[in-house]
């Protein structure tokens, strides 16, 4: 099993990813809680490997 820090591998593009990350943001009007700041890490993970998943994809 791999550990709990390792990134899951992303099926999402990185631009519907994106769109989650941007909707957090809206709707905490720019201010996250601990839950919130959570949340955006995971998803800024998500976002990480979708990219290099496209980049990989390109090459």
């Known amino acids: ?3 709990a820090s ?3 591998t992303s099926v999402r593009s990185p631009a519907a990813v994106n769109e989650d990350i941007r909707a957090l943001w809206e709707r905490s009007s720019g201010v ?3 839950e919130g700041r959570r949340e955006y890490e995971r998803l800024l993970v998500e976002w990480a490997a979708a ?3 496209a980049v990989a994809e390109e090459a």
């Open 51 to 53: 990219v290099r998943e």
């Open 6 to 8: 390792a990134p899951a």
């Open 1 to 3: 099993m791999p550990p």
């Open 32 to 34: 996250r809680s601990p």
